[in-house]
């Protein structure tokens, strides 16, 4: 029985279930209360139940139950199905499972509720059925259908289908062959060609290996270039709003207690100590010195030198006249004092013509040496008086008392200036008071000048018979020998000198006393004697030339006259023997004696040659050295040359200052340059003036200039950078210029002293600036190389 | 105390000098012998300066330092001797 009603619910359950695919959207579920089912005739388990769940219920009746309970009412949720259900029952099916969510549902559609009608008709006859029928009838239950075609879903099956099928995908090609006719029927043979047979037709195009496709790039040029990734980028503060971030109105300062407490501490009082001492040092120096001024501009400039140039006439300091003792005498002879710079010492003789000179050699007038000093140009210092004319002197180089002079009979004469050189000297200092003294006096005494007589003569036999012309000392570096040698003077001392005179022979003297005098100590004792005898008074009279060299003259026969000499002096080495004697004391000559010859050391360097002027305008060259004769007899040597060269009489020649053997021979009416070694004849000689000169001077401080007196009182400036004519003229005098001496002591100042025949003296002062700008001494640079 | 004032002295008659400050390192003046507003004028120009001139010798070569600054103008010279904390600064009429 369960076996069966399985089956039955079993198909009931199948339609069922068919009918539940329709039945979703049909079946609406209510919930009827008890109260409801009541009414309705439909109380579960008294009229409806599981097996018959079924319910036909009148529309009416629910629309009535409706609006009696209104929105109380249970079929109120399905007030709308009902409201449009078309027939008049209403199927109510009792849902026991609650299978669609209450325990009735309404079947809304009329088909459903056919269908649940008839199903449960069939049901039931089936179920009547079951009861009688067994096994025979489930075999014809099962009613085969044909499943019908369903839509085909594809699956991916078709494309492997369409992979498989082959497709006539090319039109075939239809090749018509046809034979001959003779050929029908019979047996046809058809074969392979093979397409590598030629008579195929076919051309292979072989592969064949290429060339190019073998070869290796294994280089390629590749251009890199390395950008740098460069980013600009700034920032900038925003100030917006700008104004001051600090203000101040008045300066810092510390306070009193502030300060004190700095002051007190000790780094501070370090500080200043050491800052300060530098400061003192900056201070000081900047009074000191001022390193910034300009000297450049400073300088005198252009206009200045202009100006100058204009003003360089001489113009005469002083001239010295002096009434009662040169009235009407001539001066042959000036020199300067070689230490005192306001010194000049000149010798007046009658205004004779030179050959007057000569003549009156045996006459021997007396006759003064003057000694002036520029402090008193009315008077002359000391008057220095001598037996006969002096016609030239010298002071001694290494003594400045001593002074050499020739006079007009041959005698050589030495004066002594000892006990009046302090006198000069003070008068120097004591300018001021004397010239107080002299107003007050009222020049009413007019005192003598004091004289001084000459130390020593020489003697008259043995000495120049004639006039002598020229003395020289000889420089201090050496001593002659008897025989003219030179020999080493360890005392440097210029003891000797020589003289030319007119009777054409150059003697040379020796003021030390001769091997010959007394014994050393009787003369000591006899001048200690009381008297303060003079100095070198063992000379007078005895006095004999150590050796005489005579000049034969050009037309030979009878000697030359002789007028002036000069000597080579080595500036150094006179120099040197300056300094040397500076230490020496004043000497004593008579305790000097004439040294043997072995003692002395004989001297190689010394030049002997001398250059001697003629009266008749005649140089000559010559040395002194003795020789030998053929008899053995020592004679003067032959000289180098005697060259004519002036017209009248040599009247000077003086070595240059800065050259020692460049010559300057004045004479006649021109002038020439010698110089010493060049034996052809004169470097130079001038073209003959005009006027006959008379004197001349080389410039101690300039090179190349000479000054050249006129007879007719004319001073001629001759620059030898300058040639061919003079380039000043002054005139100085009227009456012919006899003598010039330059003082070379002042650098920058020239004092002359020209002399004339009418003895006055005037020392002139030529102006710096000429030729051109500043005038500089060149003599102590020369020397100084 | 005595000291300092006996430095300052000796270098205040030396010759031509018109004023004398110390100031320190902060410009500020603690001796002078002038008025108020030249002194502050002085020092804080000169505090300037000798800072830039030791700056600049010291960037030339590191070892280096400022020892002395001298400013020499037409009317007068000043001179100014630095420390490490303080300033000595003189004020001297030159010649010309």
Request: hydrophobic share 35%.
């Amino acid at each position: 029985m369960l076996a069966k009603h399985k089956k039955g619910s079993k198909v009931k359950r199948t339609s069922l279930a068919k009918d539940e695919n329709i039945a979703v959207a049909t079946f609406f579920p209510v919930f009827l209360t008890t109260k409801t089912q009541e009414l309705l005739h439909c109380c579960v388990g008294e009229d409806v139940s599981a097996e018959n769940p079924l319910k036909l219920l009148q529309k009416d009746d629910i629309i009535s139950d409706m609006k009696t309970r209104a929105g109380v009412s249970d079929f109120h949720p399905a007030k709308h199905i009902i409201l449009d259900y078309p027939e008049e029952e209403l199927l109510l099916v009792y849902d026991n499972n609650f299978q669609y969510g209450q325990n009735f549902f309404l079947v809304t559609t009329q088909e459903a509720k056919e269908k649940l009608l008839n199903s449960k008709k069939e049901v039931a006859g089936l179920e009547k059925q079951d009861i009688e029928v067994d096994d025979e009838e489930e075999l014809t239950h099962f009613e085969y259908h044909t499943p019908e075609p369903q839509p085909w879903f594809s699956l991916g099956s078709e494309m492997e289908i369409e992979e498989l099928t082959q497709i006539v995908s090319q039109q075939k090609l239809v090749v018509r062959a046809t034979r001959a006719m003779k050929f029908f029927g019979k047996p046809i043979s058809f074969s392979d060609l093979d397409p590598t047979d030629p008579r195929a037709g076919v051309v292979n195009c072989a592969p064949y290996e290429d060339a190019t496709h073998t070869l290796s790039r294994l280089q390629m040029d590749c251009a890199v270039q390395a950008s740098p990734v460069l980013n600009n980028n700034y920032s900038q503060t925003a100030w917006r709003y700008p104004r001051n971030a600090h203000t101040q109105y008045c300066p810092r300062m510390l306070t009193e207690t502030e300060r004190t407490t700095i002051q007190k501490s000790h780094e501070f009082i370090e500080f200043l100590t050491s800052r300060a001492r530098r400061m003192v040092l900056a201070l000081q120096q900047n009074y000191i010195v001022d390193v910034f001024s300009d000297e450049w501009v400073a300088l005198p400039g252009k206009e200045e030198l202009v100006e100058r140039r204009s003003d360089d006439q001489l113009k005469e300091i002083q001239s010295f006249i002096d009434p009662t003792f040169s009235k009407d005498e001539s001066i042959t002879c000036i020199h300067w004092h070689p230490t005192l710079h306001d010194v000049v010492v000149l010798s007046i003789m009658e205004p004779l013509p030179f050959d007057e000179h000569v003549k009156q050699t045996t006459q021997s007038v007396p006759s003064r040496l003057l000694v002036w000093q520029f402090s008193d140009p009315a008077q002359p210092k000391v008057l220095l008086e001598s037996v006969a004319g002096t016609y030239c002197f010298e002071f001694c180089p290494s003594d400045q008392n001593l002074i050499a002079g020739g006079c007009r009979n041959g005698q050589i004469v030495l004066w002594d200036i000892t006990s009046h050189t302090h006198r000069l000297m003070k008068q120097k200092t004591e300018k001021v008071k004397d010239s107080i003294a002299a107003t007050e006096t009222g020049l009413k005494e007019v005192c003598k000048p004091p004289s001084e007589k000459q130390c020593a003569a020489s003697s008259t036999e043995s000495g120049h018979h004639m006039s002598v012309t020229d003395v020289h000392w000889l420089p201090g570096y050496y001593k002659l020998s008897c025989f003219g040698v030179p020999l080493m003077n360890k005392t440097k001392l210029c003891l000797q000198l020589l003289s030319c005179s007119v009777d054409g022979t150059i003697l040379f003297w020796d003021i030390r006393p001769a091997k010959s005098a007394e014994p050393l100590e009787r003369r000591r004792l006899s001048e200690k004697g009381g008297v303060k005898t003079r100095r070198l008074k063992y000379l007078d009279l005895k006095c004999h030339p150590l050796f005489k060299v005579s000049v034969p003259s050009l037309s030979g026969g009878s000697d030359c006259s002789l007028t002036c000499l000069s000597l080579h002096i080595d500036t150094e080495k006179s120099s040197q023997a300056k300094e040397a004697r500076k230490v020496l004391d004043n000497v004593d000559y008579a305790d000097l004696q004439q040294p043997p010859l072995c003692n002395a050391k004989i001297l190689d360097d010394i030049v002997t040659n001398i250059f001697v002027g003629t009266k008749d305008g005649e140089v000559v060259s010559t040395s002194w050295r003795l020789q030998k004769d053929s008899g053995g007899k020592f004679t003067s040597s032959k000289p180098h040359f005697v060259i004519p060269t002036h017209h009248g009489s040599i009247v000077t020649m003086e070595r240059s200052p800065f050259c020692c053997d460049l010559l300057l021979c004045v004479g006649g009416d021109s002038f020439s340059l010698w110089k010493e070694g060049v034996q052809d004849g004169a470097l130079q000689v001038s073209r003959c003036e005009t006027h006959l000169y008379t004197s001349g001077c080389w410039s101690p401080s300039r090179p190349a200039i000479f000054f050249l007196g006129r007879s007719d009182g004319m001073l001629e400036v001759w620059d030898l950078l300058e040639e061919p004519t003079p380039i000043k003229f002054h005139n100085v005098t009227s009456s012919a210029v006899t003598n010039i001496r330059v003082q070379s002591e002042y650098s920058h100042v020239f004092l002359f002293s020209v002399l004339t025949f009418s003895a006055s003296t005037s020392i002139a002062d030529l102006h710096t600036s000429y030729p051109t700008q500043i005038m500089q001494n060149h003599l102590p640079s020369t020397q100084y190389y | 105390m005595a000291e300092v004032e006996e430095t300052l002295k000796r270098i205040q008659t030396q010759k031509g000098v018109v004023g004398v400050i110390v100031i320190n390192s902060e410009g500020m003046p603690i001796r002078s012998t002038m008025d108020n507003n030249t002194t502050v004028q002085y020092a804080s120009l000169m505090q300037q300066l000798a800072a830039k001139a030791r700056s600049a010798v010291r960037d030339v070569d590191p070892q280096n330092d400022l020892t002395f600054l001298r400013i020499r103008s037409r009317k007068n010279e000043i001179l100014v001797a630095p420390e490490k904390d303080y300033l000595l600064i003189v004020i001297q009429n030159t010649n010309e």
